[in-house]
């Protein structure tokens, strides 16, 4: 890879990384409603991205599927989770995308799962339980089970959308975005109050983060990141991405300050050692996959 791209690919991971601590800031100290920040961030994507909405990808309701898993229902139960959860702990949870992905890649599209790819997947789902099980109350963290069924819907929609071909990057990030917004806008609508005071409360501040997370995590960073899995393999480029949810947790601990003990540091450490191992399996779909999933 060259400097230029490494690079690239750094300044990507740390767009991605501090996307999730600004949608913390957003739904959790400023109380924006998350269906309604879901709502917004995807009415800027297809506004930008409208352009691009047609030719429509066939099957169309395969698409629209697909938006739905990975754009609105993905994103929803990770603000719901980021209004309790830190996110350290959701850069944490987020791994299980990986054995999650890996496992619906067998029962979908075949694939065989072989002994390290199997004890990746097992560290991976330690590393993650180890976060989300509070010993001191014996309980189990709402914010972070959300979160984690975020990585079960946007995994599944992972799956649907390597059985599509041909569908451009900002394409994919169109219909994404208009799958995801009319469900979401009604969701608000039916199940969430005060949403335009909230925001107005927040002011610029707000205005800020829904262009940040919309353009350039969204559209600028997924592009830019489609065009590095085009030119190099997946297997080279999926080790490299575990940059980002080691800064969502730098970001977290100095912007948020985040609780990051010896346990969350295991969990982590469990987490991202079984997401490297399934990364390095070669020959495999479920590295391209991840790449493919719909980063917050």
Known sequence: MSLRDLALLIAICLVWGLSNVVSK??????????????ALRFAVVL??????L??????????????????GGNFALLFMGLQTASPSAAAIVLQLGVPITTL??????????????GL?????MAGALTVIWNPDGITLSYGLWLIAGATVVGSLGGIMMKQMEGVAPL?????????????????????EHNQWPSAMAAGWPFVGAVAFTALIVSVVGHTA????????????????TLMAPLATIAFG????????????????????????????????????????????
């Open 54 to 71: 047609l030719p429509a990808p066939r099957p169309i309701w395969r698409i629209l599927m697909i938006g739905v898993l990975m754009g």
């Open 25 to 38: 800031i957003v739904v959790g100290e400023w109380g924006v409603a998350p269906l309604f920040y879901t």
């Open 225 to 240: 990141f489609y065009g590095l899995i085009q030119r190099y393999e997946a297997n080279l480029i999926a080790p490299l």
């Open 47 to 52: 506004a930008v991205t409208f352009p691009w």
């Open 104 to 117: 619906l890649s067998v029962f979908m599209l075949g694939e065989r799962i072989h002994w390290r790819r």
């Open 253 to 296: 601990v100095l912007i948020t300050h985040d609780h990051f003990d010896t346990r969350m540091a295991i969990g982590a450490a469990l987490a991202l050692t079984g997401v490297l191992i399934v990364a390095l399996r070669r020959n495999h779909v479920a590295p391209l996959l991840l790449l493919l999933r719909e980063e917050p």
């Open 171 to 191: 394409r994919f990030q169109a219909w994404v975005a208009l799958a995801s917004l009319v469900p979401m806008a009604l969701g608000s609508l039916l199940f």
């Open 120 to 124: 990746g997947m097992a560290l991976t």
